[in-house]
């Protein structure tokens, strides 16, 4: 596709500050226009969600909780806190 609509970058949770870099390296180059963070059900808490968002200014639409096609789910900044700071 040489003029995509929408351009989504998938995350892994699970690489913390290195998902930051990748974000911001893609952006540069390919430019994003949101991200989907996968393998939150995993032992990541989701705090590189924040510093995605803040280094891209772009949203994160979904966050992958599992390995099936319903274990996607939409982004939810209050659940991601919650899970940061132990609340759930």
């Not at 998902?19 to 393998?39: M, S």
């Amino acid at each position: 596709v040489s003029k995509p609509d929408l351009k989504i970058l998938v995350l892994d949770s699970l690489t913390g500050n290195d998902a930051v870099n990748q974000a911001r390296e893609f952006d540069k180059y390919v430019g994003v226009d949101a991200a989907i963070l996968t393998k939150l059900d995993a032992n990541a808490t989701g705090g590189s969600a924040i510093s995605i968002i803040a280094s891209i200014g772009k949203p994160i639409i979904f966050v992958g909780v599992g390995q099936g096609y319903d274990d996607l789910e939409q982004y939810d900044p209050e659940k991601i806190l919650e899970r940061i700071f132990g609340r759930e």
